[in-house]
């Protein structure tokens, strides 16, 4: 029976609805929140690290670094024993960087013995599988799956996540990032879904149906989509650095993905490190309570990110002090820290000193609440150990992953040597950074057991059993390679029929400071680092046909390998059975499909560079260096077949300004090989009262085509795929031409043209 609020309400100890788990949520939360102290409540706000993260980096760090150093998690003057008595006494809400269902279990067990027994929700950085986490299933990371253009794989790998995250006590990803990175220079280039709005939206709203479910069962997790907004354009390229953007540019490329993941019911979202035109996103009320609460009537909460709280005031100063810096963002609409000590007092103090009214603080503890209930943690806090593992890894989510990757390894050039002949290349110089390296994992992974992952090396030798595999290891780390072991590799290629190099950059967090790409892993360059290329091209020198295989998450712009050598593969960080696949690609076993999420550029002086730019921005080519055409363009991709494009038709050639318009195009395999073609439409508006860009991604189709097949594709252009923001702002259809494109990627050579118009 549910017994009404108000009955409750008078006395805290009546009947406890709250923990009635067949009482409507909203009541739970009302009772709850009545009988929660000011204390309680701004506990529920606040975020720690695990206990077993303080006692490692503590244990690790000088007494000065102790003193001094929050990034590491340390709090000064406190131990890991301060945490756990807070928990006790219910005054921490939720936890990150929990790596062990033991731990998650134990805190759990700490927070049932406080008062009020709510318990914790933990958080994690599940970007591409639990891979933070040792044990789970390690999917290729965001930038390999968006080059599938597969958004049903995305939630597929989302909802496995989900479940292996429930089965470790976690309930809560710190992911979808659906940032739209136009920066190579970026260091997390690779945790997102690319270049383009469209891609980035249909991408995260999958992953945030597939992490959430109905985000009432044990098998759902919280979805976070992250970080808002702006840090993908950084300034000078580096993680963090303002971000200066027009509102026009926010509205027409960074807001979509996000908007996007609200409807999509995303319940939470994190804000991003950087000043966005001047004010810093973690105090800018515009982007909390206008934008996201105001117009999108986002219902979850908003959580801090990395100390950024702080960093209002230390980094960007425009706060004084600490308490100054929470003040302005709770006041501009956070609700949850990340994390660390001085919150629970200052906020405190702040609400009795009468600045911040109890009522504010109350919001923010009612959309905390309301996920905890829905998520069912208090009726179960905790996981069962006995059956993890029957969860985690299991077949099916293996399978998935190698299924991922085999769909995102993107082909960039073949002149025929593709796919191998196992009998005409029987001897094989394998070397580089990344042949034999669980790197392949990417960034937010921790080392996994060797057997839980194949790396190239071993992929070659599972696919291709009989083939001799000479192997030069040049160790994992591209800044100290040793120039003997690229001789020896040029050396030892001489005699071997074909070559292949595994390039790219290097992404493993626990080597923190050692990692070419990753987060906080911004380059000036985007070049291969060290020896690299000196090696590729002192390979190659032997005469034997010469593969390239990229393993990074920024585009890298290879300009000599894609002159010289016969094949590039780009891999990305394609996870626990990359390696298997990339084999399974180079000797044709998979027919590749995937097509870049992103545009790959010849150097770093093109910045920024892509394929969705106004129409002046090559008014005035480059006068010297390279052309205004980038190295391999967004949604380029080949294939060990070939697909013939004809009668592109529109069922009309005038509409109203709400009318609909058919596209249809026929697709054949004209090649020896099924296959699988991502069919790609482009839309231009042809003149308009503010400017557009020379074309849009506004959808598209896989397509499985079996040798000799054809099929008809048809896409239905609607209103919003036409509106845009006029001069005022107003999102509109504007009467006038439009120039629809279908083909094989966003390149002009690749693609078929008709026009129509809205009148
Ligand atoms: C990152 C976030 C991440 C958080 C917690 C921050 O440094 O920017 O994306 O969720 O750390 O690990």
């Given amino acids: 029976m549910v017994i009404g609020a108000s009955l409750c309400s008078f006395e805290g100890n009546?009947?406890?609805?709250?923990?009635?788990?067949?009482?409507?949520?909203?009541?739970?939360?009302?009772?709850?929140?009545?009988?929660?102290?000011?204390?309680?409540?701004?506990?529920?706000?606040?975020?720690?690290?695990?206990?077993?993260?303080?006692?490692?980096?503590?244990?690790?760090?000088?007494?000065?670094?102790?003193?001094?150093?929050?990034?590491?998690?340390?709090?000064?003057?406190?131990?890991?024993?301060?945490?756990?008595?807070?928990?006790?006494?219910?005054?921490?809400?939720?936890?990150?960087?929990?790596?062990?269902?033991?731990?998650?279990?134990?805190l759990q067990s700490l927070a049932m013995k406080s008062r009020l027994q709510i318990p914790i929700l933990f958080g994690i950085d599940a970007i591409h599988g639990n891979a933070n986490a040792p044990d789970n299933t390690v999917y290729p990371t965001n930038i390999n799956l968006a080059c599938s253009f597969d958004t049903l794989m995305a939630y597929k790998?989302?909802?496995?996540?989900?479940?292996?995250?429930?089965?470790?006590?976690?309930?809560?990803?710190?992911?979808?990032?659906?940032?739209?990175?136009?920066?190579?220079?970026?260091?997390?280039?690779?945790?997102?879904?690319?270049?383009?709005?469209?891609?980035?939206?249909?991408?995260?709203?999958?992953?945030?149906?597939?992490?959430?479910?109905?985000?009432?069962?044990?098998?759902?997790?919280?979805?976070?989509?992250?970080?808002?907004?702006?840090?993908?354009?950084?300034?000078?390229?580096?993680?963090?650095?303002?971000?200066?953007?027009?509102?026009?540019?926010?509205?027409?490329?960074?807001?979509?993905?996000?908007?996007?993941?609200?409807?999509?019911?995303?319940?939470?979202?994190?804000?991003?490190?950087?000043?966005?035109?001047?004010?810093?996103?973690?105090?800018?009320?515009?982007?909390?309570?206008?934008?996201?609460?105001?117009?999108?009537?986002?219902?979850?909460?908003?959580?801090?990110?990395?100390?950024?709280?702080?960093?209002?005031?230390?980094?960007?100063?425009?706060?004084?002090?600490?308490?100054?810096?929470?003040?302005?963002?709770?006041?501009?609409?956070?609700?949850?820290?990340?994390?660390?000590?001085?919150?629970?007092?200052?906020?405190?103090?702040?609400?009795?000193?009468?600045?911040?009214?109890?009522?504010?603080?109350?919001?923010?503890?009612?959309?905390?609440?309301?996920?905890?209930?829905?998520?069912?943690?208090?009726?179960?806090?905790?996981?069962?150990?006995?059956?993890?593992?029957k969860i985690r890894l299991s077949a099916e989510h293996?399978?998935?992953?190698?299924?991922?990757?085999?769909?995102?390894?993107?082909?960039?050039?073949?002149?025929?040597?593709?796919?191998?002949?196992?009998?005409?290349?029987?001897?094989?110089?394998?070397?580089?950074?990344?042949?034999?390296?669980?790197?392949?994992?990417?960034?937010?992974?921790?080392?996994?057991?060797?057997?839980?992952?194949?790396?190239?090396?071993?992929?070659?030798?599972?696919?291709?059993?009989?083939?001799?595999?000479?192997?030069v290891d040049q160790g994992w780390d591209p800044r100290n390679m040793n120039p003997a072991k690229v001789t020896e590799a040029a050396d030892r290629a001489k005699f071997a029929d074909l070559n292949i190099v595994v390039a790219g950059e290097y992404m493993m967090r626990f080597r923190w400071t050692d990692r070419t790409d990753g987060e906080d892993t911004d380059r000036s360059d985007i070049d291969l680092v060290g020896l690299q290329n000196e090696l590729i091209e002192k390979v190659a020198a032997s005469g034997k046909p010469t593969i390239l295989i990229l393993v990074n998450g920024r585009p890298l712009g290879v300009q000599w390998a894609a002159e010289h050598l016969p094949a590039i593969v780009e891999a990305w960080a394609p996870g626990m059975y990359g390696g298997q696949a990339v084999a399974e690609i180079l000797y044709g076993k998979v027919n590749p499909s995937a097509k870049l999420a992103i545009t790959i550029p010849h150097s770093v002086g093109q910045l920024q560079m892509i394929y969705n730019h106004k129409p002046s921005q090559y008014f005035h080519p480059y006068a010297a260096g390279k052309p205004s055409t980038p190295l391999y363009p967004f949604g380029y991709g080949l294939s060990y077949t070939t697909y013939k494009y004809e009668d592109l038709k529109l069922d009309r050639k005038e509409i109203s300004k709400d009318g609909k318009v058919e596209a249809s195009v026929k697709v054949t395999n004209t090649g020896t090989r099924d296959g699988v073609e991502i069919v790609q439409l482009y839309i231009h508006d042809k003149y308009s009262s503010a400017t557009r860009p020379v074309k849009e991604l506004k959808d598209f189709a896989r397509v499985s085509l079996k040798t000799g097949e054809s099929k008809n594709i048809s896409f239905i252009i609607t209103p919003d795929k036409l509106a845009f923001y006029d001069k005022k702002m107003q999102k509109i259809v504007e009467p006038g031409e439009f120039t629809i494109m279908v083909g094989s990627s966003s390149d002009d050579k690749d693609l078929l043209k008709e026009e129509f118009a809205v009148k």
């Fill in 14 to 106: 009546k009947k406890e609805v709250y923990k009635d788990a067949s009482a409507p949520v909203k009541e739970r939360v009302e009772d709850l929140l009545k009988r929660m102290t000011l204390e309680e409540k701004v506990g529920q706000m606040n975020q720690f690290v695990g206990i077993e993260h303080i006692k490692t980096n503590s244990a690790v760090m000088t007494a000065d670094e102790l003193k001094n150093n929050t990034a590491n998690a340390f709090y000064p003057g406190f131990t890991y024993k301060d945490v756990e008595k807070w928990t006790e006494q219910g005054v921490i809400g939720s936890f990150l960087h929990v790596l062990t269902l033991k731990e998650a279990n134990y």
């Fill in 157 to 389: 790998i989302a909802r496995q996540t989900a479940k292996e995250m429930r089965a470790m006590n976690m309930h809560w990803t710190f992911n979808p990032n659906v940032e739209v990175a136009r920066d190579a220079r970026w260091g997390r280039v690779g945790e997102t879904y690319g270049e383009d709005p469209y891609l980035v939206s249909l991408m995260g709203v999958q992953s945030v149906k597939g992490y959430q479910g109905n985000l009432n069962s044990d098998a759902d997790v919280l979805a976070c989509i992250k970080h808002f907004v702006g840090g993908s354009e950084p300034i000078n390229g580096t993680n963090g650095s303002p971000a200066d953007l027009s509102e026009r540019t926010l509205r027409e490329v960074f807001f979509p993905p996000f908007e996007a993941g609200v409807k999509a019911g995303a319940m939470s979202l994190m804000t991003a490190h950087n000043e966005l035109n001047g004010i810093p996103c973690h105090s800018n009320e515009w982007l909390i309570e206008d934008v996201l609460r105001g117009e999108w009537k986002f219902p979850g909460f908003v959580v801090s990110d990395w100390m950024d709280i702080e960093h209002i005031h230390d980094l960007h100063a425009t706060a004084e002090n600490i308490k100054e810096a929470f003040y302005q963002s709770i006041m501009a609409g956070m609700d949850m820290h990340m994390h660390g000590i001085h919150w629970n007092e200052m906020v405190v103090e702040l609400v009795k000193e009468g600045r911040i009214p109890e009522s504010r603080i109350d919001e923010s503890v009612r959309r905390i609440l309301d996920i905890k209930f829905r998520l069912g943690l208090f009726e179960h806090p905790y996981a069962d150990e006995s059956k993890t593992m």
């Fill in 398 to 471: 293996r399978q998935t992953a190698l299924e991922a990757a085999r769909s995102g390894i993107v082909l960039l050039k073949n002149e025929g040597v593709l796919p191998l002949n196992a009998s005409k290349y029987k001897r094989i110089l394998v070397t580089g950074i990344n042949a034999d390296d669980e790197n392949i994992l990417g960034d937010w992974s921790a080392p996994e057991k060797p057997e839980n992952v194949t790396t190239i090396l071993e992929g070659l030798k599972m696919i291709a059993p009989d083939t001799q595999f000479d192997f």
